[in-house]
């Protein structure tokens, strides 16, 4: 059972920058690819950004292309979200996941296991 910790987030004004955090702990880090999503209220949770599990390719949606970078560190068994040149739209609640399966997907329902959530609040 892998259990995802989320810290990190908060408040900022629009062009701001945050970092999100999200340690593993309980599995084999380095096995699972690992991703960034987002929900903002009354929307679906949606994919942000995510991570093979070597750290050697990685993903983004279009809207954050850019702007936020996704890293990892298997030796820290942490995942990572830095997000820069923030706009309004980005307010919501972000999770990480994780997803044992041998390529990164950005398919929300194949994910294994999640954090508790961060929000992430942008204002103008």
């Known amino acids: 059972q892998v259990k995802l910790v989320q810290s990190g987030g908060g408040s900022v004004q629009a062009g701001g920058s945050l970092r999100l955090s999200c340690a593993a702990s309980g599995g084999t880090f380095s096995m699972y690819n690992m991703a960034w999503f987002r929900q903002a209220p009354g929307q679906e949770r949606e994919f942000v950004a995510g991570s093979s599990r070597n750290g050697g390719f990685m993903d983004y949606a279009d809207f954050v292309k850019g702007r936020f970078i996704i890293s990892r560190d298997n030796a820290k068994n942490t995942v990572y979200l830095q997000m820069n040149s923030l706009k309004p739209e980005d307010t919501a609640v972000y999770y990480c996941?994780?997803?044992?399966?041998?390529?990164?997907?950005?398919?929300?329902?194949?994910?294994?296991?999640w954090g508790q959530g961060t929000q992430v609040t942008v204002s103008s």
């Open positions: 996941g994780a997803v044992w399966t041998l390529s990164l997907t950005v398919r929300r329902a194949s994910y294994d296991y």
